[in-house]
């Protein structure tokens, strides 16, 4: 008897660890995200991360050798509700991480960093989706995603990286999704994100002061296949841009200016339960860290029928 896979199945969302200091983007997305679910849908998620980075470059051109890695993971709890004729699914996200061995050579023998772990700052959004005509080979999705990123995680004053942000976050996120027909989907995703001053910001360098940041931008798409009903392959390129920082107003050399390319899987193991992996390469960082290899894991599932 053939399975029943739906098209949830390309539900999925690339944990991004907040890291004090170190621009990222605040919302990286996979292949199909903005598939709407039925009404009724809950979805329990959890995800694990590695990232390994090996030097710096400033938004000024300069770079050094430098050392940081971190382990991380979220808890993400999704439900679809039907709003008048609109499908909306709010969630929250609560993540959790350790960053360690964390080194910059900017002085004979290196600047050690101190290491950070515990809770991240949780954030909470909802998709409300404009456009949704499901179909099996050319289904149209179009929707946009209001995020919140709430100050909670551990942040620990005088260090260059910290869990935690010790600052409110926004992004507002548009998301689309064509079918093309014979396996393949189309998404692509632009964002903006604002971002909140941290007023105690103090780190190794004997840098002190008030940490702000103009507002971020990136686009990501990707292109994704079905091999069969119950596996997937993905790959994505993604641009980051804007998003300088300042200590009371004097920039700091860090921004999101960056782009990667991501390859992904996806796999069901019943109809209700699906694993998923994504391998991340950055092409270019302007403005942060820079990452050798980064490598997302996903476990999710169905909690309940429709």
């Not at 809770?119 to 005509?133: E, H, K, M, P, Q």
């Amino acid at each position: 008897m053939k399975k029943n896979y739906s098209l949830w199945a390309i539900l999925a969302f690339a944990l991004s660890v907040s890291i004090t200091c170190i621009a990222r983007a605040g919302v990286e997305v996979e292949a199909g995200d903005y598939i709407a679910l039925p009404p009724g849908s809950v979805i329990f998620a959890q995800y694990l991360q590695n990232v390994q980075r090996d030097g710096v470059r400033q938004t000024d051109g300069s770079s050094f050798d430098a050392s940081l890695n971190s382990v991380g993971g979220a808890t993400r709890v999704v439900h679809y509700w039907n709003i008048g004729s609109f499908v909306i699914n709010p969630q929250i996200v609560i993540p959790y991480a350790k960053i360690y061995d964390g080194s910059l050579e900017v002085v004979p023998g290196g600047l050690p960093l101190a290491s950070s772990s515990g809770l991240g700052d949780i954030s909470i959004g909802s998709t409300v989706w404009l456009v949704n005509r499901p179909s099996k080979d050319y289904g149209t999705y179009f929707g946009l995603t209001p995020w919140l990123w709430i100050p909670t995680g551990n942040y620990e004053e005088g260090q260059l990286v910290n869990v935690g942000e010790n600052r409110w976050k926004a992004d507002l996120q548009l998301g689309l999704e064509q079918g093309l027909g014979s396996g393949y989907n189309f998404s692509l995703y632009a964002d903006v994100q604002w971002f909140g001053d941290n007023k105690d910001y103090k780190d190794e360098l004997g840098r002190s002061g008030s940490l702000s940041q103009s507002e971020s931008y990136q686009l990501q798409s990707f292109l994704s296949y079905h091999f069969n009903p119950a596996t997937i392959m993905a790959i994505g390129l993604a641009k980051y841009w804007k998003g300088k920082q300042y200590i009371d107003g004097v920039a700091n050399g860090f921004a999101t200016d960056y782009s990667e390319l991501r390859i992904s899987a996806f796999h069901f193991l019943d109809k209700t339960t699906q694993m998923q992996i994504s391998i991340t390469r950055e092409l270019d960082q302007e403005g942060g860290f820079e990452r050798d290899l980064q490598v997302n894991f996903r476990f999710a599932k169905l909690l309940s029928t429709y």
